[in-house]
């Protein structure tokens, strides 16, 4: 695992663990976090987020073996949304914070996560301002990413939005209907594309109360995609209604020959095709 070419050192960190990469992981949650646990080194701090019952429990016996103290989301720090701003007790202090740069009532837990991480192995550890400053400028592309500029762009209506998010699993799938439901402003329409090694109906069955439609397309040049017929269907069977696309555009060009109203467009399902997206997009 990438994650151990470092034989020492200074934190690990564990944040929450979901189902992916079954073909490399296993497909239980339990065998995921046994195979996660492997970051785990002796004498080595290891700031865990809340996980399930099942996962936490493995989690604490590979730490007890090795001796490796884990510093656990509530007993051992903990964060609060104060709606335009959050707060965050490390273990070593606590601190009111402006809210990151990214979007999601998620990226406050990361960004809590990151800080706690930081106070625990920055010496001496950053001023309150600083630590704000840095989370004011993150940028993550290709998550919950609003593409302003670029070709795509062109396609699009006054009033009209393009997102972009590369989350392909079903923890994706629950963040971004998180996400859709406090997006009621405008009509939601998707464009996807999404490898055959992934539960595609579990991505799409959260988001179906909130979408309009959903454009299916095959990932170009990508063997391991799903047709566009093959991810309608899936997609579909959650509730999902859908049509097929050749390409982005065309995609694009479908929902705006569709709906008259400004609406938002979240292009969603795989960081290839959220690689292909950025690349097309300059």
């Known amino acids: 695992d990438a994650t151990n070419v470092i034989a020492r050192p200074a934190m690990t960190a564990l944040t929450p663990i979901s189902i992916d990469h079954e073909g490399f992981l296993g497909s239980s949650l339990e065998g995921i976090a046994a195979e996660k646990a492997g970051i785990l080194k002796a004498n080595t701090p290891c700031i865990m987020a809340a996980q399930s019952d099942d996962a936490a429990a493995i989690i604490r016996d590979r730490a007890k073996s090795l001796g490796a103290p884990l510093i656990e989301q509530g007993a051992g720090w903990s964060y609060e949304d104060l709606g335009g701003a959050f707060s965050v007790a490390t273990g070593l202090r606590k601190m009111n914070l402006p809210l990151p740069s990214l979007t999601g009532a998620h990226q406050i837990a990361n960004a809590a996560q990151a800080v706690t991480i930081f106070d625990h192995v920055a010496v001496p550890m950053a001023a309150e301002n600083i630590i704000g400053k ?49 997006w009621s402003d405008k009509p939601l329409y998707l464009i996807s594309g999404v490898l055959n090694t992934k539960d595609a109906g579990a991505i799409f069955r959260p988001l179906a109360p909130f979408v309009k439609k959903l454009s ?6 990508e063997e391991a995609s799903l047709s566009a017929d093959e991810l309608a269907a899936l997609a579909g069977i959650g509730g999902m209604t859908c049509q097929t696309a050749a390409t982005v555009s065309d995609a694009l060009q479908k929902i705006i020959d569709d709906e008259k109203l400004p609406s938002r467009i979240l292009i969603c399902g795989s960081l290839y095709l959220a690689g292909q997206v950025l690349a097309e997009n300059g």
Not at 135 to 157: D, E, S, V
Not at 162 to 181: M, P, R, S, V, Y
């Open 134 to 182: 840095g989370l004011a400028a993150a940028r993550w592309p290709a998550r919950l990413q609003q593409l302003k500029i670029g070709p795509l762009l062109a396609h699009l209506p006054q009033g009209w939005e393009l997102w972009l998010d590369g989350g392909h699993n079903a923890a994706a799938g629950k963040i971004l209907a998180t996400q859709a439901e406090q």
């Open 216 to 221: 299916a397309l095959r990932i170009p040049n």
